[in-house]
Nanobody, 123 residues
Framework: VQLQASGGGLVQAGGSLRLSCAASGLSFSRYNVAWFRQAPGEERLFVAAIRWSGGNTYLADSVKGRFTISRDNVKDTVYLQMNSLKPEDTAVYYC?????????????????WGQGTEVTVSS
């Protein structure tokens, strides 16, 4: 099983990035997928999640109105569209997957993790 996160980079405040999480080696359409982020010296925090069907999405309060999560089960990929980026969004972003059930904001509930993609927002 592999989750490959990509799309990070350096962007100015107010800019946009789209992160991708491509999955292989699992029945992707059966998995709930989430994005977490971790800034240097801080704990890993929940950002967004999407249910296996794509019908329900969940966003942390800090990103509501700016970020959108979506998925393409044909391409086995989940996307995180990030708009109106702020310096405080700077972090390494990780995607994670858990089978069945509902979404969870707890990192400990996810079975598979991508390697992370770095996002830096300059002021």
């Amino acid at each position: 099983v592999q989750l490959q996160a990509s799309g990070g980079g350096l962007v100015q405040a107010g800019g946009s990035l789209r992160l991708s999480c491509a999955a292989s080696g699992l029945s992707f359409s059966r998995y709930n997928v989430a994005w977490f982020r971790q800034a240097p010296g801080e704990e890993r925090l929940f950002v967004a999640a999407i249910r296996w069907s794509g019908g329900n999405t969940y966003l942390a309060d800090s990103v509501k109105g700016r970020f959108t999560i979506s998925r393409d089960n044909v391409k086995d990929t989940v996307y995180l569209q990030m708009n109106s980026l702020k310096p405080e969004d700077t972090a390494v972003y990780y995607c994670a997957a858990r089978a069945g059930g509902s979404y969870s904001a707890g990192a400990e509930d996810y079975t598979y993790w991508g390697q992370g993609t770095e996002v830096t927002v300059s002021s």
